[in-house]
């Protein structure tokens, strides 16, 4: 079992930036990989990055690419999103996640876990 607890969401303006947190409980977060999601209102959730087991690999969605960096402490069982340059379009909340895998993955489907997400809001 893996419990997820994202911190680190708030209110900014655009251009400012925000680091996420999520804190893993759970003797099996270094053999996870992590994701992480969001959803704003009346939208689907979506794909944001992923890093696999180690961190040495990462993924990002098209939207955030160069401006959001996934990144992961195993030694502090945590895992990190920072975001720069945000736009009004980059709020929702972010959900953490965490699969019973080595390997790094875009889809919600391969997730075993996830947290409750905390809410990032960008003002124009």
């Known amino acids: 079992q893996v419990q997820l607890e994202e911190s680190g969401g708030g209110l900014v303006q655009a251009g400012g930036s925000l680091r996420l947190s999520c804190a893993a409980s759970g003797r099996t977060f270094s053999r996870n990989a992590m994701g992480w999601f969001r959803q704003a209102p009346g939208k689907e959730r979506e794909f944001v990055a992923a890093t696999n087991w180690s961190g040495s690999s990462t993924y990002y969605a098209d939207s955030v690419k160069g401006r959001f960096t996934i990144s992961r402490d195993n030694a502090k069982n945590t895992v990190y999103l920072q975001m720069n340059n945000l736009i009004p379009e980059d709020t929702a909340v972010y959900y953490c996640?965490?699969?019973?895998?080595?390997?790094?993955?875009?889809?919600?489907?391969?997730?075993?876990?996830w947290g409750q997400g905390t809410q990032v809001t960008v003002s124009p």
């Open positions: 996640a965490a699969r019973q895998g080595y390997g790094l993955g875009a889809q919600s489907a391969m997730y075993d876990y």
